[in-house]
């Protein structure tokens, strides 16, 4: 479940249900907040690597855009002097503080385990795990499990009568498959456990079911509930007679969930928490009071999504569109909204996770959601929260979401998986951001053009620059003091800004359907000098790409 990013002063939540029917949306709204709430879904030598946003060209000079079948060998091509009128850019020496390890993570609702890794935990879906891989190299990876179906979602209690909200119950054969994904992968996993229900023998009962089925190693926290604001709000079920039952009375505030967090986070084995999983402009600066007053949570959890449909008209700043996604608002206004709370959180001792996180929190948004513009989103949000502290980031997917990253087709015992254009915006920042990498200034980008920079352990240097301009290229000279050796650039295309498919990254593509979750093809890196002015770069509109200088320079 998903809320509207603070800075535009609204909450919102998609949800669907898992069958991919006509779900029910849920929204989540502070100017809404006494409309009925419908059923939910369940809601990374010294190397120097630039992220460019630039086409294919065979010379500096070139302005046509050229296919991936004109592409020349990276042998072949070497961009070299630096044109008069190129936009300077320098990358600072001092490097801020270091991204944690397992930044980049996912969020996933209670059923799509299942739907993602399939049934059987001897023969999990091993293009699952290996896309999972990819965003997180040589890391553990960090997988939410929650969503709406947190509040859906129940253990079976011997005696006990389903609440008339459950609509998805755990058994042995999901927590097996959890626990194969968890030890394969050595994940670390955020585990929602249901709240709305109101019930400290459930939530007791799920909680240890949990963990004694996956292993306390692998569980990072517990997390109590989804959204508690729209508890007093939105339907939690409807009876046969047709009358709505809301999870809690209408007028539940925040004082009457740390009540419920106290009474029912009693009932739970020993075990850090995370909450107040909340996206809620009102909710999230109670975050401070919310942390002091319970010690034993060890992770913060707050949800931001830039854009919804529901309840707005096409003209407003948060419908979707692509020149709404590339705002300022819906990257840099999305992490400005949660800056404050970073040391908040730090005082305490306490990580910040926007452990739920994408495009588009309430409807569709086509040629938006599932298109390229939402991989250069991806790109830059996930380095905007960077900058300003936070502990981690998880995206949220499921069967059917209109922001899906991935789904999975299983025929004759193979599988096959389909990946979505936001997919290769997380892979290429997985690329820039190798475990340790710092963050490091970048001087001379402005507007639609983006600059980022990382310097990993080893001495590598990252840089991302990205130019969200759909209508304008950009021609730059990027300096980094002390480097001027040769360096391979990798690009990342669309075929169309909006387009949902025709998406490559140095050339390759996961194609329309992978089998084994790596890239392929071939490669079209090209090879750009370093001069006293810089690397010279072409960027075409609306696209990205990564530069790697491959052997020291001397400045």
């Not at 401070?288 to 034993?296: I, M, R, V, Y």
């Not at 990580?351 to 250069?376: H, K, Q, W, Y």
């Amino acid at each position: 479940m998903v809320h509207l990013a603070g800075q535009i002063g609204a909450g919102a939540t998609l949800t669907e249900q898992f069958s991919g029917a006509a779900g029910h949306l849920r929204l989540a709204c502070d100017t809404v907040s006494a409309m009925r709430r419908p059923a939910r879904w369940g809601s990374g030598i010294l190397a120097v690597v630039v992220v460019l946003a630039v086409a294919a060209v065979a010379g500096l000079g070139a302005s046509r855009r050229t296919s991936a079948h004109e592409r020349h060998p990276a042998s072949a091509l070497r961009l070299s002097a630096v044109p008069a009128g190129a936009l300077r850019l320098t990358v600072g020496r001092a490097a801020r503080r270091t991204i944690p390890a397992s930044f980049l993570g996912l969020s996933l609702e209670y059923p799509a385990l299942e739907a993602y890794a399939g049934s059987d935990p001897a023969q999990i879906n091993p293009v699952f795990l290996q896309l999972i891989r990819n965003l997180s190299p040589n890391q553990a990876p960090d997988l939410r499990i929650g969503g709406d179906t947190t509040d859906w979602t129940w253990w079976p209690v011997s005696g006990v009568t389903k609440p008339g909200g459950i609509k998805y119950s755990l058994g042995p054969t999901w927590v097996r498959v959890t626990a194969g994904i968890a030890h394969q992968l050595g994940a670390r996993l955020i585990l929602g456990v249901n709240l709305e229900a109101d019930s400290s023998q459930l939530a007791g009962a799920e909680a240890r079911a949990l963990i004694a089925g996956i292993g306390r190693g692998s569980i990072q926290a517990v997390e109590l509930g989804n959204e508690p604001e729209l508890y007093g709000s939105f339907t939690w079920y409807t009876t046969r007679g047709g009358q709505h039952i809301t999870g809690r009375p209408h007028g539940y505030d925040f004082s009457d969930y740390q009540g419920d967090f106290d009474r029912i986070g009693a009932s739970l084995p020993s075990v850090p928490l995370a909450g107040p999983a909340t996206g809620a402009p009102k909710w999230i600066p109670e975050l401070g009071a919310f942390l002091t007053a319970h010690p034993q949570v060890t992770v913060a959890t707050l949800h931001r999504y830039p854009l919804q449909q529901c309840y707005f008209p096409t003209s407003s700043p948060v419908y979707p569109s692509v020149a709404h996604l590339l705002a300022p608002g819906a990257s840099q206004g999305l992490a400005n909204s949660v800056a404050s709370l970073v040391g908040v959180a730090h005082a305490r001792h306490v990580n910040l996770r926007i452990d739920e996180m994408n495009t588009v929190s309430c409807g569709n948004g086509p040629g938006v959601a599932n298109a390229f513009v939402s991989a250069l989103w991806a790109l830059d949000a996930s380095f905007q929260m960077a900058r300003v502290g936070v502990d981690g980031v998880n995206f949220h997917t499921y069967p059917g979401a209109p922001y899906e990253l991935f789904s999975f087709t299983h025929r004759g015992g193979h599988w096959r998986g389909s990946v979505a254009p936001e997919y290769y915006g997380l892979l290429m920042f997985a690329q820039a951001v190798p475990p340790g990498a710092r963050l490091v200034s970048v001087s001379g980008a402005s507007g639609s053009l983006k600059a980022w920079a990382t310097r990993a352990p080893d001495g590598s240097v990252h840089v991302v620059l990205i130019n969200e301009d759909t209508a304008a290229s950009r021609t730059l000279a990027v300096r980094v003091p002390g480097v001027r050796g040769p360096a391979t650039l990798e690009r990342l295309e669309g075929k169309a800004i909006s387009a949902s498919t025709g998406v490559t990254l140095g050339g390759q593509a996961f194609g329309t359907s992978t089998s084994t979750g790596t890239l392929t093809g071939h490669s079209t890196q090209s090879i750009v000098d370093g001069t006293p002015d810089g690397y010279a770069v072409q960027l075409p509109r609306a696209s990205a790409a990564m530069l790697t200088i491959t052997a020291p320079g001397t400045a």
